[in-house]
């Protein structure tokens, strides 16, 4: 068995997470009663509301943290993973999986994210739309047909071949879902505050570019898979640049996870609510093994299905 842990994005969390938890494993209220950030990411993870921790500055604290726990708990069950990856904010439970950034450093790190693309976000009224069955050559196509030097719309995820999502200005990305509509094509709209992965996002690389400067980036101790290359190999790239460009450039999460299955990785632990990585899996290969953990409960049923194995 080669095992990948799989780390959730913005979608992926939920009211209450970690709570569970909290009250039933001494990790998991450690680490809550010491987080030392300055946001309250007990109060946020546990008492907030949906609207509160659906925005961006409280979204991608809660999930790293979350991201942080859930790893802990695995490894203290001698569960480790062979590989990595995380979908936009979760890369960073992957940097930390891997011991590239330590467990201070990645709440700091994601609570100023956050704080950041919030404020990049606030004047610009934005859509985003997960597109079915339209290729990335054609789509390509259709967001330069919409887009000028100003508004544009542009590719931000490559999540599945047959899924994929562009965000950008509203009016623009707009334009193209009617284009995408005239094709005879799906294209939903998504519940996110922002035009992120995309060049609107470029001020906060700028300011991540400055912050990271503070902050040490170890070697990876296992493979991390990453959202701007599809794969591992960083060829001349290091980690900080890649994780700066990261958050304004698309996510090949599609790449990444076929390299990780042609890798050899048959068994990957999502970590994180409502199954979405898991879904892009099974679009890609129904034959290998997928878990999903987002509370104790599917944590104490993992546990008892690698037992059995």
Known sequence: MKVAFLYGGQGSQEV????????NEKIAKDFYDNIKIDKDIKKLS?????????????TQVVLVAFDILVTKILNGNKIYPDAVAGLSIGEFGALYASE?????????????????????SKNIDTAMFAVMGV???????????????????????????N????????????????????LGKRAIELNV????????????????????????????????????????????LDTKEIMVRQVSECVRFEDILRNMIKDGIDTFIEIGYFGVL???????????????????????????EIKDE
């Not at 590239?100 to 990049?120: P, Q």
């Open 135 to 161: 290729s990335e050559e054609e789509l390509e196509k259709i967001c330069k047909k919409n887009s000028d030097d100003i508004n544009f719309v542009s590719i931000s995820n490559l999540n599945t071949k």
């Open 100 to 120: 590239v950034l330590k467990e201070e450093d990645v709440l700091k790190i994601s609570e100023f994210r956050g704080e950041k693309m919030k404020n990049a």
């Open 193 to 236: 505050s922002g035009p992120f992965h995309t060049k609107y996002m470029e001020d906060v690389s700028s300011s991540l570019k400055k912050y990271f400067k503070e902050i040490e980036f170890s070697k990876e101790k296992i493979d991390v898979y990453y959202n701007l290359l599809g794969n591992k190999n960083k060829d001349s």
């Open 278 to 304: 898991k879904g892009f899996i099974k679009k890609i290969d129904r034959g290998v093994k997928v878990y999903s953990i987002s509370d104790y409960d599917s944590y104490k049923e993992l546990l008892r």
């Open 163 to 182: 899924q994929i999502v562009i965000s950008g200005e509203r009016k623009s990305v707009l334009k193209a879902v009617e284009d995408i509509k005239t």
């Open 46 to 58: 546990f008492n907030s509301d949906k609207e509160t921790l659906k925005n961006t500055e409280n």
């Open 16 to 23: 209450g997470m970690g709570y569970d938890f909290y009250e």
